[in-house]
Nanobody, 124 residues
Framework: QLAESGGGLVQPGGSLILSCAPT????????VAWFRQAPGKGREPVAC????????NYADSVKGRFTIFRDHAKNTVDLRMNSLKPEGTTIYYC???????????????????WGQGPQVTVSS
C-alpha cells in the first residue's frame, strides 16, 4: 500500500512537493515512479527512481523542473515540482515495485503497487 501527500492548489510558476510513503514497509528495495493523469487523458509517466544507486529518469516535459528523490529519514520518495505550468487539475499517482537493481522503469505495467493519487491544481 502506498499513501501520497502534498497535493493542492498552486499558482503558475509556483512549487509543490509530493510525498509517497509505504504503509508497513520500507521503500529501500523498491523502484518508484510518479505518473500523472489529466481529465480526459491517459496516465503518463513523470519521473522514476531505481531501488539501488537512485538512478532517475524524467519525462521530457518536466526535465529541469521536477526532481524525484528519496528521503530516507521519512521513508518516502518525493517529487519536487518547480516552475509549475497552468495545466489545470491533474492527479499524480505514486507507483512502486520490488527491484533489487539499478534499473528504473518508465512503463505503467512495470508497477504493481499504486497510491490513490493526490490532486494538483495549477491555476491563478
Amino acid at each position: 500500500q502506498l499513501a501520497e501527500s502534498g497535493g493542492g492548489l498552486v499558482q503558475p510558476g509556483g512549487s509543490l512537493i509530493l510525498s509517497c510513503a509505504p504503509t508497513g514497509d520500507t521503500l529501500d528495495d523498491y523502484a518508484v515512479a510518479w505518473f500523472r493523469q489529466a481529465p480526459g487523458k491517459g496516465r503518463e509517466p513523470v519521473a522514476c527512481i531505481s531501488s539501488s544507486a537512485d538512478n532517475t529518469n524524467y519525462a521530457d516535459s518536466v526535465k529541469g523542473r521536477f526532481t524525484i528523490f528519496r528521503d530516507h529519514a521519512k521513508n518516502t520518495v518525493d517529487l519536487r515540482m518547480n516552475s509549475l505550468k497552468p495545466e489545470g487539475t491533474t492527479i499524480y499517482y505514486c507507483a512502486a515495485r520490488i527491484a533489487y537493481s539499478t534499473n528504473w522503469f518508465f512503463a505503467e505495467n512495470a508497477y504493481n503497487y499504486w497510491g490513490q493519487g493526490p490532486q494538483v491544481t495549477v491555476s491563478s
